[in-house]
């Protein structure tokens, strides 16, 4: 989730200096010509879409502001707070790591942050 009041700037191996950050949600505040959403929609962000990974490839959410393709975002269902929405992505991506666990295996879950302990509870 993106906290605006730290920006960090981390120079790649081999690109320019990047904002750091990739898992958000919060309100458009101005769409494009033809975008299927509207300024003032909650929506939350997928961070690798075509115009590169947010915060890796090109400036990520800890900047104040950030432009991502129309195509990148999802609208938020009424209700859904913004801190849950920043979250859909990254447990979408880790459920999906496990699309290929049978049931009652045992794995391993790496890291010991939230999305590791939702994912473990799963398995």
């Keep these: 989730m993106a906290v605006h009041d730290l920006v960090i700037r981390v120079a790649g191996e081999s690109g320019p200096a990047l ?8 309100v458009v505040a101005a769409a494009g010509p033809g975008a299927d959403v509207e300024v003032g929609a909650a929506v939350m962000v997928v961070p690798m879409g075509p115009a590169g990974w947010l915060g890796v490839e ?9 432009r ?3 195509a990148d ?3 938020l269902p009424a209700g859904m707070s913004f801190a849950v929405g920043a979250y859909v992505e990254p447990v979408a991506a880790a459920m999906g790591a496990l699309r290929n666990v049978s049931a009652g295996a045992r794995v391993r879950i790496g890291g010991a942050g939230r999305i590791a302990e939702l ?3 799963v398995v």
């Design 19 to 26: 904002i750091l950050g990739h898992e958000a949600a919060g």
């Design 58 to 66: 090109r400036d990520g959410v800890f900047a104040e502001r950030v």
């Design 68 to 70: 991502v393709p129309a």
């Design 73 to 75: 975002v999802r609208r």
């Design 119 to 121: 994912t473990a509870r």
